[in-house]
């Protein structure tokens, strides 16, 4: 056979695969792969070649690499709510308005609202069996101990096993802990306030300035926040590290080193039970790699060359590549959608308990988790592998996002797309099988929280992708990083007028182009501001639901396994033994 008549025989059968509207005459299968806080840098299809990563890098053999592919928020909560609803966290309220940005607590009554509807939710109405196995953060109860609301078993996942809230490095039974690794001296300063305000009271008695009554009164004003912040943030591993089987709290705290063996060992068994049904199914793979605390198996400990974080990410590398094996094995291989990515980038400021660094590389781009506006917290390692449907060995330039998965996949399962609400994921099947040559945005917001710092935009014509930027991160000096454990939205260096930067040319933002004196560039930053004010009207006034006090710590939502002592394992692997 020639190659012409190879070329028209395999244009024949992509043809017979595809129907006229763009969905498939099948129902395929999805898989997504998340990462937790991966950085662009940390994978070998991606540049880096010493931390070793085979069977991600076999996607991308097999698959397509998007290069540009981008999350909706630099942090955790609000980055997934978007993957799981195509919609930007400022539409739905998953943005935080203060300091704290993500969800830090089980017990409270913070989560994804019950009328956005979720990936899941659509892939349960076309007939998919849909699991979420790891990491979920988008919360679990809302008015009140047991509700379950907000979990996974209530948003459209048929089974769930998983850490509810996310990993911490409070977990790692090592004396780290989040709170102390940023204020060292907290407990000290907590102290030394404590006993000036005994001395003041018991000085304003004496002198009889006040009474008993007001004493006590003041006493317990001053001590409860006190006593508050002392048990909730030496006890966030027992508070915080919850692993729920579906609606059952199975195992609390979490015992971290086997963590993600088992999220690999319950997909294979989600596989297994497909394989006997025989239905499509979604499955979400969501790591507790590389978030810290790094914990891994025995067999990964010290064996990478960047001590405990390249060893989990090897791990959850192996893990990735069972789960392959296992579609291969019970015949999914080539008719499912693999999906690999990271919720957000590498945290550059998380270190460890000596001081060494417990963070990735989000080169060659500038920033990382946490940071308002730049790339290194936003544009992540993607991989894409559809056998038959998209071409193998290929790399896309053009910029996408997290959030048009969710209407990718809802076309290509046959779902329907919400029409009552507006929905910021665009389809890239086009882009993906190389029908069209330019990304489905022209233009893309960027927020922390509430602000929005930054509008990207693709023009039609040329190669340039430009990035209008009217903040960014208030750094240390010489360095590309804030301080504390991320940066503050709201403390950032404004610009007026915004800078304007080429990321094609320029994908670390450190040359702001001119555009004072030049009538093509004008064009385009006038163009942005349109596109951003227009999109500003859409967007109304948002409401946040993760203000402050909406986030803290509710003593009547927490979940205790076999009270009063609040301790159990997984009696499913009570006979695991780590060698």
Not at 175 to 189: A, E, I, K
Not at 469 to 482: A, F, H, Q, R, S
Request: glycine share 8%; aromatic share 10%.
């Amino acid at each position: 056979m020639d190659i012409q008549r190879l070329s028209v025989l395999v244009q024949c059968v992509v043809a017979a695969l595809i129907s006229p509207v763009g969905s498939l005459n099948f129902k395929p299968n999805i898989v997504i792969f998340l990462a937790d806080d991966l950085g662009y840098g940390d994978v070998g299809a991606f540049g880096n070649n010493t931390i070793r990563t085979p069977n991600i890098d076999a996607l991308a053999s097999d698959g397509i690499k998007l290069t540009h592919h981008l999350t909706a928020a630099s942090v955790c909560t609000p980055s997934r709510s978007a993957m799981l609803t195509g919609r930007l966290p400022i539409r739905t309220g998953m943005f935080a308005n203060g300091r704290i940005v993500v969800n830090i607590f089980a017990a409270n009554g913070v989560g994804l609202p019950t009328s956005e509807t979720t990936l899941a939710e659509v892939a349960k109405t076309v007939g998919y069996k849909t699991a979420l196995v790891g990491k979920w953060h988008l919360g679990m109860n809302k008015d009140y101990k047991g509700d379950m609301a907000f979990h996974p078993r209530n948003r459209g996942f048929d089974f769930y096993y998983g850490h509810i809230l996310t990993n911490m490095k409070d977990w790692s039974n090592e004396g780290d802990r989040v709170l102390t690794s940023q204020r060292p001296n907290m407990f000290y300063q907590m102290a030394t306030v404590f006993f000036v305000g005994i001395t003041t009271l018991i000085f304003l008695k004496k002198v009889g300035l006040i009474g008993w009554g007001l004493c006590v009164f003041l006493f317990v004003l001053m001590s409860t926040p006190m006593a508050y912040i002392m048990f909730v943030f030496n006890n966030m591993a027992w508070l915080n590290g919850l692993l729920y089987r579906d609606f059952e709290l199975v195992e609390q705290p979490i015992h971290l080193e086997t963590l993600s063996y088992r999220y690999t060992q319950e997909s294979i068994r989600f596989l297994r039970d497909r394989e006997r049904d025989n239905n499509p199914f979604l499955l979400v793979v969501s790591w507790d790699h590389v978030h810290t605390a790094l914990k891994t198996l025995k067999k990964f400990r010290g064996k990478s060359k960047h001590d405990r974080y390249g060893d989990a990410i090897e791990e959850m590398d192996s893990g990735i590549g069972d789960v392959m094996n296992a579609l291969d094995q019970f015949g999914f291989g080539r008719n499912t959608m693999i999906y690999f990515t990271s919720d957000n980038g590498a945290h550059l400021e998380e270190t460890g308990m000596k001081g060494q660094s417990d963070g990735g590389s989000n080169l060659p781009f500038r920033g990382g988790k946490g940071h308002p506006t730049v790339d290194g917290g936003i544009r992540v390692p993607t991989v894409i592998r559809f056998p038959g449907i998209i071409p193998r060995g290929k790399v896309i330039d053009e910029p996408t996002q997290q959030l048009d998965m969710f209407t990718t996949i809802t076309k290509l399962i046959g779902g329907k797309i919400p029409s009552d609400r507006v929905i910021d994921g665009k389809d890239m099947l086009p882009l993906l099988q190389f029908k069209e040559s330019k990304s489905p945005h022209k233009f893309m917001y960027h927020y922390c929280g509430e602000h929005l710092q930054a509008t990207r935009y693709r023009p039609p014509q040329g190669s340039s992708v430009w990035k209008l930027v009217t903040e960014l991160p208030n750094y240390k000096p010489g360095e590309d990083k804030c301080y504390g454990l991320a940066c503050i939205c709201s403390n950032t260096i404004k610009y007026d007028p915004p800078l304007l930067f080429d990321i094609t040319a320029d994908p670390g933002e450190r040359n702001p182009v001119s555009y004072k004196n030049n009538k093509h560039l004008q064009d385009i930053v006038n163009k942005i501001s349109a596109a951003t004010a227009e999109h500003k009207k859409s967007v109304g006034t948002p409401e946040s639901r993760m203000t402050f006090f909406k986030l803290l710590w509710r003593p009547w939502f927490q979940p205790c396994c076999n009270f009063p002592s609040c301790t159990c394992s997984d009696p499913v692997y009570k006979d695991f033994v780590d060698e």
